[in-house]
């Protein structure tokens, strides 16, 4: 069992910055995908941007430029830098991890653990 605590979300101007946290328990994280997805009141949770345990990243078109997404294993932690905010950035991020040693995916259904997310507000 694996557990993710998402953290760093708040309110912003637009064009501010953010950088959002994902810490996970368990002694697996470095060989685990992770992916961070995002869902805005009354739609359906979307992809954002994944990392594999290589450290290969895909992003979503719409954040490509301005989201960054890295890992730190010695801390189990992923992190989510968000820069050049916009208000249609606002949403609840989750981030997710994929079972051991498989690839990125934009796909919710291929995450095997979620956390609680977190909330990011972009104020115009």
């Known amino acids: 069992q694996v557990q993710l605590v998402e953290s760093g979300g708040g309110l912003v101007q637009a064009g501010g910055s953010l950088r959002l946290s994902c810490t996970a328990s368990?002694?697996?994280?470095?060989?685990?995908?992770m992916g961070w997805f995002r869902q805005a009141p009354g739609k359906e949770r979307d992809f954002v941007v994944a990392?594999?345990?290589?450290?290969?990243?895909v992003y979503a078109d719409s954040v490509k430029g301005r989201f960054t997404i890295s890992r730190d294993n010695a801390k189990n932690t992923v992190y989510l830098q968000m820069n050049n905010l916009k208000p249609e950035d606002t949403a609840v991020y989750y981030c997710?991890?994929?079972?051991?040693?498989?690839?990125?995916?934009?796909?919710?259904?291929?995450?095997?653990?979620w956390g609680q997310g977190t909330q990011v507000t972009v104020s115009s």
């Open positions: 997710g991890a994929r079972a051991p040693y498989s690839g990125t995916s934009y796909r919710e259904y291929e995450y095997d653990y």
């Open positions: 368990g002694r697996t994280f470095g060989s685990r995908s």
């Open positions: 990392i594999n345990w290589n450290y290969m990243t």
